[in-house]
């Protein structure tokens, strides 16, 4: 009995003996999920996520001072560009670009200066013989584009109101002169030596007006140039003598007109008729004289 007794408190010593124990030795307790872990090698190397908000708002594009009000100067018309447009009008366009007379349109259009352009098709310059183009000098090709260009805008209603000859661009009326008639509403040109006539309107506004011709317009100063009208002929040189004896008669006739010499021409005529008078009566005294001696 006494051997049971001790046995059971042993046993209840070992017990109470192992739960102390136990409960020094128990691990710490895990980190709860709210606590903040140390980043591991792979976070590390990822990029903070941008802002969901920018940093700096763009600039306005509405400026912080307004300009006052004011019509925008628009550019001035593009010819090469309209006739490219249109169509048929490359080798004209060539001319314009290569004797630089495109420029010069530009120029005067951009000073608000009005124009008109006779347009040659491309059927317009190869109707023409061959070699034509290229037997021309530099010069002469600027004067044959100038030709095709009117320095003032005119509506197609309105060339009836032109003066013959028409003044181009290309040098004087002689020996560039063009002609343009009107026949209801047919417009006819004339050079002297190609007639053709507006075939369509290309372009027209309140500055520049280009119409399409079917002919190249050939003036007679580069193809049948004329001769010059002659020169007024000079003022012929008086000789000396005439000059001397214009001078005396001027001279007498102005002595003349004056009061004093009329006097002393009437004088001076008087003294010749008293003295033609005298000469008279000694030659008849001397007559009778003679007579008398031979009647004796």
């Known amino acids: 009995m006494k051997i049971k007794q001790a046995l059971i408190s042993f046993s209840l010593f070992l ?33 903070a996520k941008a802002p969901s908000q920018p940093l700096a708002e763009p600039p306005s594009q509405v400026p912080l001072v307004q300009a006052s009000p004011h019509r925008a100067i628009a550019a001035p018309t593009n010819v090469t560009k309209i006739l490219d447009k249109a169509g048929g009008f490359s080798v004209f366009i060539r001319l314009l670009k290569s004797t630089q007379v495109i420029i010069q349109i530009e120029n005067q259009l ?11 098709t491309n059927g317009a310059f190869s109707s023409l013989k061959p070699g034509t183009l290229n037997s021309l000098s530099t010069e002469q090709k600027v004067q044959l584009v100038q030709y095709h260009v009117l320095p003032s805008f005119v509506a ?48 027209t506004d309140n500055q520049l007006a280009i119409y399409k011709i079917e002919k190249v317009l050939l003036p007679l100063g580069i193809f049948a140039p004329r001769p010059k009208p002659p020169a007024p002929a000079p003022t012929p040189l008086k000789n000396k003598n005439e ?54």
């Open 243 to 296: 000059t001397s004896s214009n001078s005396s008669s001027s001279s007498s006739s102005s002595t003349l007109d004056s009061p004093v010499g009329a006097v002393e021409a009437s004088n001076g005529l008087s003294l010749t008729r008293n003295g033609m008078v005298n000469i008279g009566v000694a030659g008849i005294a001397i007559i009778f004289l003679f007579g008398l001696s031979k009647f004796y």
């Open 110 to 120: 951009n000073v608000s200066n009005t124009l008109t352009i006779f347009a040659p």
């Open 15 to 47: 017990f109470l003996y192992h739960c102390t124990t136990t409960s020094a030795q128990s691990p710490a307790q895990a980190p709860s999920k709210n606590q903040a872990q140390p980043p591991s090698k792979h976070q590390a190397q990822t990029p």
């Open 156 to 203: 197609l209603a309105n060339f009836q109101t032109l003066s013959n000859p028409v003044r181009t661009q290309a040098s004087n009326t002689y020996d560039f002169p063009l002609n343009i008639i009107t026949e209801d509403k047919w417009v006819n040109i004339s050079t002297g030596l190609v007639n053709t006539s507006i075939s369509s309107t290309v372009y």
